[in-house]
């Protein structure tokens, strides 16, 4: 798939991923958009890719708001002239044992990284059908094996694994392509702002972040799968054995899985 003149729109893209496929796709020859709910960061955002040399634009948008994702769509629009590709990147995290965590919080995150993608790409839709564009849902790990502490952010990208296969068939014969891309531990802010079972962000990460994929990685291997037309893309070694694993030996996993988690800094096992 050629990349240079589509006009890409980034969810989420003020920080981690989201802002790391802004300048990547951008340096590749995209025309960028990208979202973010804070007027600041998104500035901020737009001075480092117009530094970098990337044709961009941006605007506020509370990914978990339909309004804002129709509106998001009709500035592109307008900006642009069009829309070839989405990348839904919008996200949030969480983590707390289920029975100490505030189904409030369970919503929130549900609205922003289930229901966000669903508006986001439900407004682009038929810009992208008549474009024969792409979209690219950033899953997760997650969204092929559950974690401990993690409930809602689990729920969510396997509700998103399950749309956009869903979504892929509806439009196969349509000139669409939908890639999947789920990425292992990747060092970002989203384990920082991860909220807590009352609601209030976690602030710190608790795992080693300078040990993991960079974002950057993440946006160049994201970028690769496009353009070679990948049906999901499932990023970091120990990420495709969780995967494979967990198909497979699911009860042994269970375990694995729960002594790893059991390991993290302030973790709810101890």
């Known amino acids: 798939m050629e990349i240079k003149n589509k006009v890409v729109v ?52 509370d990914a978990a708001k339909a309004v804002d994702n129709e509106k998001m769509v009709l500035d592109v629009v307008q900006h642009y002239g069009k829309i070839d590709i989405l990348i839904n990147n919008a996200g949030i995290s969480m983590r707390a044992l289920f029975k100490d965590l505030d189904l409030e919080v369970f919503h929130q995150v549900m609205d922003i990284n289930f229901w966000g993608t669903v508006y986001a790409t439900k407004y682009c839709m038929d810009e992208i059908l008549k474009n024969k564009g792409a979209i690219i849902g950033v899953s997760s790990i997650n969204g092929f094996r559950g974690t401990p502490a993690r409930t809602a952010y689990t729920a969510s990208k396997y509700a998103m694994n399950g749309f956009f296969e869903s979504l ?103």
């Open 10 to 61: 980034v969810t989420g893209a003020t920080s981690g991923i989201g802002q790391a496929c802004a300048l990547i796709f951008g340096k590749a020859g995209a025309k960028i958009w990208i979202t973010g709910r804070s007027r600041v960061k998104l500035d901020e955002t737009l001075l480092l890719l117009q530094k970098e040399g990337v044709e961009c634009g941006g605007g506020v948008c």
């Open 168 to 270: 892929r068939t509806e439009v196969m014969k349509l000139g669409v392509h939908v890639l999947v891309v789920c990425p292992g531990f990747t060092a970002s802010n989203i384990r920082n702002n991860a909220l807590l079972g009352d609601g209030s962000s976690q602030s710190e990460s608790p795992r080693a972040e300078d040990k993991m994929m960079s974002a950057e990685e993440v946006a160049e291997s994201m970028l690769n799968a496009l353009r070679k037309k990948k049906r999901d893309l499932v990023l970091t070694r120990q990420g495709k054995l969780a995967v494979f694993l967990n198909k497979w030996m699911p009860g042994i996993m269970d375990k694995i899985v729960y002594n790893h988690m059991a390991k993290e800094k302030d973790s709810p096992f101890k």
